[in-house]
């Protein structure tokens, strides 16, 4: 019997396959859904420091699984990964903690234990910071983790983010030195993970490296999912997994468990509880389910970043001259100061390209999101079958503080790119989002591409025709002066148009055993069964005002050594 059994190997269930096989008297299994990811299988795609390509590939997602972003908004392609290494492979390599408020937030929410003082240990395990590292600076960087951290050099900066850097700061805010320091407003030079070679280090290269592979305590099983969870009463005790086609594997497709850990994201996680019959025991029996424990809160508490942004054509001389460079070079961070919310509360990537085709190339934006949002969305499950992805209602925006704040973002993302002092590094501005039709012309395919090579051609010799262009054919005759002048305007196209940043969380929350909507406790233990756990962003009580990749990889971290009894709950 294996002693702990792993499904999901994303972001979190890598770190903790490798951190629990650290103990050579116990056998670890790790089960995928998706391929493997090493050092020497990984594809140029997303081995590339420049990530606008990766998650892309309908290979590397879950090809099925859409979401609704906010009420009025249709289904949309929700991009997932389904590889080894989770979203750290196909990710844009952000490599930022959030505020150390945002994890004595978890703590009064009832995630014991789960404070910045007992969580930055864990941020520090997880990295070699190269710039931060070795510095002395009150113990708040790693010098010897698996994951590599560093920051774009400034020669290699676009003219364009330098531009926005340099208009920011005549805006009160400044640029600092790291991201990852004392928790300010201001701009930054962006964290990122990348080897020494500049190449993607997704959690099943950094952590899953060679000498780990060879553990023979440790077995990775890669094209399998999780079907359900097997119980001996109400302990776990393995999981039964099928092959993509729906057929059972031809041997061991029943494995059994002393702990079965639940890493399938904040999607699948709570997905493969309700298939396991833990969840609310009135949807349970709407579909069959026999009811193992009765947990409302699985699948609920669904957060995200939402976003909106402005964009500018670039003036040749300000495209960056190194097209394969990292893209989102700075970042802003600023308070909104709206009633009821936090300081840095609001976050502002800048672009120095939109896109890894050539109309991306040409274009420049501000990609605001509300760092700390407060609207909850809802995961249900469709059917009892592992193949029918669930029912995901994001709501985001149903918290009106989130739509005012993407509203003044979008206001302050005007007016910094249509200060004087960008005039000769941007052309036309307009309101932009990562809309369906804008995923949908930027799959590789060679109808795409013809598309869009035509419309770079005629973006370059539009001249002043170009604002006409963007107009008729990528805002489709939204102008960002029209949503300046006409404040519903306004609100009817964030309301339409909002998207997400692919950072899901919450829906399988730690929480006192009292919380009815808690799921797990600070060990991530599930409530009503015995043996079974889950590590991933599901666990998150709030969202972090942060990308949600860091976050996971320090909550498996200190979740090992909470399951090896090298770390106390409280």
């Known amino acids: 019997m294996i002693d702990y059994l792993i499904l999901g190997g994303g972001s979190a269930g890598c770190v903790l396959a490798a951190r629990l096989s650290e103990d050579a008297g116990k056998t670890v299994c790790l089960v995928e859904a998706g391929r493997d990811i090493s050092q020497a299988t990984m594809p140029a795609e997303i081995r590339s420091r420049y990530p606008g390509r990766a998650y892309l ?26 590889l080894l290494g989770g979203g750290s492979a196909i990710n844009a390599l952000m490599a930022n903690r959030g505020a150390p408020a945002d994890y004595d937030e978890w703590q009064a929410l009832g995630a014991q234990g789960w404070n910045w003082q007992a969580c930055l240990p864990y941020f520090r ?13 009150s113990g708040l960087h790693g010098a010897s983790g698996p994951l590599r951290i560093q920051r774009t050099g400034w020669p290699r900066i676009s ?39 500049g190449e993607r280090i ?57 702990c079965v850990i639940v890493c399938s994201g904040a999607i699948h996680s ?38 909106i942004a402005v964009s500018a054509f670039l003036p040749r001389a300000a495209r960056t001259p190194f097209p394969d460079e990292h893209h989102e070079q700075a970042i802003l961070r600023f308070s909104s100061g709206l009633p009821g919310t936090v300081q840095g509360d609001m976050h502002g990537a800048i ?52 739509l005012e704040r993407l509203k003044l973002a979008l206001r302050l993302g005007a007016r910094t790119l249509a200060a004087p002092s960008m005039a000769a590094h941007r052309g036309v501005l307009f309101p932009s989002s990562y809309s369906p039709r804008v995923a949908a012309v930027a799959v590789p395919g060679v109808w795409n591409a013809l598309q869009r090579g035509a419309l770079s051609a005629l973006l370059d010799i539009a001249g ?68 079974l ?38």
């Not at 395990?125 to 600076?137: A, I, Q, V």
């Not at 003219?159 to 201001?186: C, H, I, M, S």
């Not at 440790?218 to 086609?245: K, M, N, Y």
């Not at 962003?537 to 969202?543: E, F, K, T, V, W």
Request: glycine letters at 8%; hydrophobic letters at 40%.
């Open 57 to 82: 590939d309908t290979a590397n997602i879950w090809q099925q699984l859409k979401a609704r972003m906010s009420a009025p908004a249709a289904l949309r392609r929700y991009e997932q990964a389904r």
């Open 125 to 137: 395990k997880l990295e070699t910071d190269c710039d931060f590292g070795n510095s002395g600076d």
């Open 159 to 197: 003219p364009f983010v330098k531009a926005v850097l340099d208009t920011l700061d005549q805006q009160g805010y400044p640029l600092r030195a790291d991201q990852n320091g004392a928790w300010e407003d201001g701009t930054f030079i962006g964290s990122i993970a990348v080897s020494a070679s």
């Open 202 to 258: 997704p959690t099943s290269v950094c952590y899953l490296d060679d000498a780990v592979r060879a553990r023979p305590n440790l077995t990775i099983r890669t094209d399998e999912i999780a079907e359900r969870i097997l119980f001996d009463g109400q302990r776990a005790s393995g999981a039964r997994l099928v092959r993509r086609d729906g057929q059972h594997t031809d041997t061991h497709h029943e494995l059994r468990a002393g």
């Open 270 to 307: 709570p997905a493969l509880l309700l298939r396991s019959g833990i969840g609310p025991a009135d949807e349970l029996a709407a579909l069959g389910i026999p009811m193992r424990a009765h947990r409302e809160g699985v699948g609920r508490n669904l957060m995200e970043h939402p976003s």
């Open 351 to 402: 672009l120095s390209r939109s896109g890894w085709h050539s109309v991306g190339y040409r274009l420049g934006t501000m990609f605001f999101w509300v760092n700390k949002s407060y609207s909850r969305g809802r995961l249900k499950l469709k059917s009892a079958s592992a193949f029918d992805e669930p029912d995901v209602d994001f709501a985001m925006l149903s918290d009106p503080r989130d």
């Open 464 to 531: 002043p025709l170009r604002g006409s262009l963007v107009r008729s054919v990528v805002t489709q005759g939204v102008t960002l002066n029209d949503l300046l002048a006409d404040d519903a305007a306004m609100t009817h196209f964030v309301t339409r148009s909002v998207g997400g940043t692919w950072h899901p969380s919450g829906t399988c929350r730690m929480g006192a055993a009292d919380d009815p909507l808690a799921v797990t406790d600070a060990r991530g233990a599930v409530y009503g069964v015995e043996g």
């Open 533 to 570: 756990h889950v590590c991933d962003a599901s666990l998150m009580p709030s969202i972090p005002c942060a990308n949600t990749n860091v976050p996971t990889i320090m909550i498996a971290e200190r979740i090992a050594d909470l399951l090896r009894g090298r770390a106390s709950a409280a």
